[in-house]
């Protein structure tokens, strides 16, 4: 079945770049999900590349898509404080708009 | 308006006790779901509604009892859980069709089974 890829942790300073990674095993995935979640809080939908597309950038975040290494990347400039969360990357699975999430990667940006 | 609601936002209950949590969203989205989430766990899903009508069981235990009373809503029954069924539930909505469609998530009702 689909696996979906992302390390743990990754720990920044204000003002510095993240890049976030996700790997997934799935080639045929239509489109590709950034979740947030802060703590206690549902999940946020930051933003969706389709397939066919390698980069798509809306205001600080970037994603990147390398389809023939199924690897995908979402990075955030000038990261903030409140950018610290856990960031899920997803995929499609099965029908009905079902989705397969990464474990998450627990962003931590300190001042 | 890209919101989903859930009530209540936090639950605790006791094993013998019955309770409902309760999910709306007003997009026109006619996909549902339920998600259930451990502490440092991605959600894992539980239930689909397409069209008002119970699409995916992922063998969730039949003291889970999900119910979908028009397109806006989506309700979870919950009787006789244990302690371990204490987590994050999660309720989403998305368009439904052929075709992927982005989910919406609300903020979640945080359940304690003691």
């Known amino acids: 079945g689909e696996d979906v890829e992302q390390s743990l942790f990754l720990s920044v300073r204000e003002g510095d770049s993240s890049v976030i990674n996700c790997t997934y095993t799935d080639s045929s995935s239509t489109y590709l999900y950034w979740y947030k979640q802060e703590p206690g809080a549902g999940l946020q939908l930051l933003t969706y590349i389709f397939s066919n597309m390698d980069m798509k950038q809306d205001q600080r975040l970037t994603v990147l898509l390398n389809k023939k290494d199924k690897h995908l990347s979402l990075r955030i400039a000038d990261t903030q404080t409140g950018d610290s969360a856990i960031y899920f990357c997803?995929?499609?699975?099965?029908?009905?708009?079902?989705?397969?999430f990464g474990k998450g990667t627990m962003l931590l940006v300190s001042p | 308006d890209t919101e989903v609601t859930q009530t209540p936002k936090h639950l605790v209950m006791g094993m013998t006790n019955k309770k409902s949590l309760k999910c709306e969203q007003h997009m026109g989205h006619r996909a549902m779901y339920w998600y259930k989430q451990k502490a440092k766990k991605p959600p894992e899903l539980m239930f689909v509604?397409?069209?008002?009508?119970?699409?995916i069981n992922e063998s969730v235990p039949s003291r889970f009892s999900p119910e979908c009373p028009n397109s806006s809503l989506l309700n979870l029954h919950l009787h006789a859980l244990q302690p371990e069924d204490s987590a994050l539930y999660l309720c989403a909505s998305s368009r439904a069709g052929t075709g992927y469609y982005e989910q919406y998530f609300g903020p979640g009702t945080r359940l304690t089974v003691t």
């Open positions: 509604y397409s069209y008002e009508k119970l699409s």
């Open positions: 997803a995929e499609p699975s099965g029908g009905y708009s079902t989705l397969t």
